[in-house]
């Protein structure tokens, strides 16, 4: 079904009205596919083109005889092997054609040019039609009114309404089947993203994702107790809660608690709990996390954080399922699932002192490493996608796309902030937008532009000097090759020679470098 109330605010359909009503002082009149009318005649806002159809339509009557004339017009186009076609209206001498709106050949709905009479309408006809007028109802002055005011057509004139309803038609069938095309190409990566590139609530089709998908799937119906490492905005939670609904503990509940929050005594009190009078304050029993979540899962964040003595309490629970709540002198026993979480490099940690190697060892059983977004660069286009429909629909707009350019700039920045940069972003450009559907460069966050601009460095400028040299040239050899290609619109052929590399190796630095843009917005 056509939005018609889109349509008709299209500038090319508005100009379009515009011009019939100056030429001709024809009313262009929308129909549904069901004969319908689609305009707002009747809003005080809309300027009538023909003096006949504002008598008639505003009359008592004039609406059924404009019916009557709807649907001799569509018996009319039937019974006609064109797509344009002339029909009488309910008045004598007057005239109206009618046109079909198809989108993939189905008829979605009509244009009518509505009225006019022939440029051979003489004073006879027009004193015919004003006794047909009066004898329906008008009053004897509107109907002269509308006979002398009424728009008189010559054959070449004719000619030209013709292909100008067929241009209305194409336009609108045009823009509609974009619009159906769209849809459907959402429709297919919704079901893309649901199925072959999503676990849970990630989203992914790049190869270290997909290596991810399928170790979670195997460890899923485990009970051994797993670490997940990766940098801040990688999606870890995402990740643990995925364990835990893929796995038999999915009915009971899932508790995260990110171990930074606290000092050391307050931890110990949220994840143990305490007993009445343990300190002051303490003036009930409290439950801790691991006994609320008996029987499901705790997802301890930022596990790193935690000071030695805590990590020894932490190690005692994972290994004999006990616990003492602060203050007491009984122990409790739980069943708990637990998953943890850092950004931090736990081994150079336990080579300072800072963490115990047995527990490091207790909470690595199974390990699931995260890569940040700057390595995984063809999932950028599938999650801008999923946050922008997420978006779009909280604000009820219409959904919005990237223009290249912005999407170019997207796909070079690197996200040091990872998915949880990207996804603010995407809600501060949504907002920014405004009614605009396509997102363009000029409202990115300063950050990006500035990194994103695209200027070649003098020199070594911009290149990362520190680190190892293998780095550094790496970096280099990306930042050339990606340059190579925009100046180049990726002829690989050219590039290669420019750089005297074969092509076979151009190809795999662009895979492994990930420059490849337009296989990753595909």
């Known amino acids: 079904m056509l939005n018609w109330d889109t349509i008709k605010d299209l500038h090319v359909i508005q100009k379009l009205q515009e011009v019939l009503g100056k030429w001709f002082s024809i009313d262009m009149i929308f129909l549904d596919e069901f004969g319908k009318v689609q305009n707002d005649f009747e809003s005080g806002n809309y300027e009538f083109k023909s003096y006949l159809f504002k008598t008639q339509w505003l009359s008592g009557k004039g609406k059924d005889f404009f019916k009557q004339d709807i649907e001799s017009a ?6 006609s092997s064109d797509s344009v076609v002339e029909f009488s209206t309910f008045f004598p001498h007057v005239k109206a054609m009618i046109c079909e709106v198809k989108v993939d050949n189905a008829c979605v709905g009509y244009v009518v040019a509505y009225c006019y009479a022939h440029g051979n309408f003489t004073d006879k006809d027009g004193e015919e039609l004003v006794q047909k007028m009066a004898g329906n109802g008008y009053l004897e002055e509107e109907a002269e009114l509308a ?27 045009t823009y509609q089947s974009e619009i159906f095309k769209r849809e459907q190409t959402i429709r297919e990566l919704n079901s893309e993203v649901s199925n072959k590139y999503r676990y849970h609530t990630m989203i992914g089709k790049s190869k270290k994702m997909q290596q991810i998908y399928a170790l979670l799937e195997k460890i899923s119906d485990t009970e051994s107790t797993i670490l997940i490492q990766g940098e801040n905005g990688t999606g870890k939670e995402l990740v643990a809660k995925a364990i835990h609904y893929n796995s038999k503990r999915k009915d009971k509940l899932f508790i995260a608690q990110n171990c930074s929050a606290f000092n050391d005594n307050l931890l110990d009190s949220e994840l143990f709990g305490h007993v009445k009078g343990a300190f002051t304050g303490a003036v009930k029993d409290k439950k801790g996390l691991f006994e609320t979540a008996d029987g499901g899962t705790l ?67 199974i390990n699931v490493t995260l890569p940040p977004l700057r390595e995984r660069k063809e999932d950028i286009p599938l999650l801008i996608e999923h946050f922008l429909e997420k978006r779009c629909a909280e604000k009820d707009l219409a959904l919005k ?35 605009d559907n396509v997102i363009t460069p000029e409202i990115l966050s300063p950050r990006i532009l ?41 002829n690989k052929s050219k590039l290669a020679k420019e750089l005297g590399i074969s092509r076979a190796g151009l190809i795999m630095k662009v895979d492994k470098y990930g ?8």
Not at 74 to 79: C, G, K
Not at 341 to 353: D, F, Q, S, V, W
Not at 415 to 432: F, K
């Open 401 to 435: 796309t990237f223009s290249k350019k912005c999407m170019e700039k997207m796909l070079d920045y690197t996200w040091a902030g990872n998915i949880r940069e990207l996804e603010n972003e995407i809600e501060r450009l949504v907002v920014l937008a405004g009614e």
């Open 299 to 365: 997802f301890l964040d930022e596990i790193g954080d935690t000071s030695l003595t805590m990590q020894v309490k932490l190690l005692r629970v994972l290994q004999e399922g006990t616990f003492l709540p602060v203050g007491s002198t009984t122990p409790r026993k739980v069943n708990v699932r637990v998953i943890a979480a850092t950004n931090k490099p736990l081994k150079e940690m336990i080579a300072r002192g800072e963490f115990r190697e047995d527990l490091y060892y207790r909470i690595n059983v």
């Open 515 to 522: 420059l490849d843009k337009r296989k990753k917005a595909s």
């Open 74 to 79: 569509l018996d009319a186009l039937n019974s």
């Open 147 to 173: 006979s002398k005011k009424i728009s008189k057509m010559e054959n070449y004139q004719l000619e030209y309404l013709k292909e100008l309803l067929t241009l209305y038609s194409d336009e609108i069938g």
């Open 450 to 490: 500035e990194k994103t601009g695209g200027a070649a460095p003098a020199g070594l400028k911009g290149i990362n000097t520190g680190g190892t040299l293998r780095e550094a040239l790496e970096e280099l050899e990306s930042y050339m090759i990606k340059e190579g290609l925009k100046r180049t619109n990726f």
